[in-house]
């Protein structure tokens, strides 16, 4: 009859022990799974689409949007200058990057755009509270900030394989690709900021 196999190592017997190897459980690997891709997939549809549809509300006026004057007037109340290149460069940029983050294009530059855009609107936001209450809810941080991590998330994460990224590059090492995108995304940010804005009186 032959012997079971034994392995050694610290067990429930005492270390240096021998203990059969079918007491120890085999447990599935942990791996990359479709639940993941629709995960991403609809956090794509969530933060693409509303970039994509305030991009188009500032672009074109649409969907209750006040247009490109009318944001451009906002931009220019909150102390930055060059308010009406800006303002199309903001609205352009919402379209086009929220259209790449649903579709899975160049996923983590796409995302890192929207959280430049972010990063502003929390900052000329500061002050004005957290939570989106009363009538002023418009100027809380909270929808903003959400928005801006869902970015920064996806910049990091990649877009998933239901995506037309699948099997390039940047899909491959999603985190290496990431850090460069949020290095660019959060450089545009800071340079927006300090070169085209005034503190306002």
């Known amino acids: 009859m032959s012997e079971q196999p034994t392995t050694t190592f610290p067990g429930s017997v005492g270390y240096g022990t021998d203990e059969p190897t079918k007491t120890r459980p085999t447990r599935r690997p942990l791996t990359w799974n479709g639940g993941a891709d629709v995960g991403l997939l609809l956090l794509r549809f969530a933060v693409g689409g509303v970039f994509f549809a305030h991009g188009a509300q500032k672009v074109f006026g649409i969907w209750g949007g006040a247009g490109q004057a009318a944001f451009a007037r906002q931009l220019s109340g909150y102390g930055y200058q060059q308010a009406d ?90 985190a290496s690709w990431g850090v460069l995108a949020l290095v660019i995304g959060v450089a545009a940010a800071v340079l927006v900021r300090i070169l085209l804005r005034q503190p306002t009186p």
């Open 85 to 174: 290149t800006l303002s199309w460069v903001t609205g352009i940029g919402e379209l086009v990057a929220g259209a790449f983050v649903v579709l899975g294009v160049l996923t983590p530059l796409a995302a890192a755009g929207l959280l430049a855009v972010m990063i502003n609107a929390v900052l000329v936001k500061l002050g004005n509270g957290f939570f989106v209450t009363g009538p002023s809810g418009s100027d809380a941080l909270e929808f903003d900030v959400v928005l801006g991590l869902a970015s920064a998330a996806l910049v990091f994460t990649g877009p998933g394989r239901i995506a037309l990224d699948n099997g390039r590059a940047w899909h491959r090492r999603p």
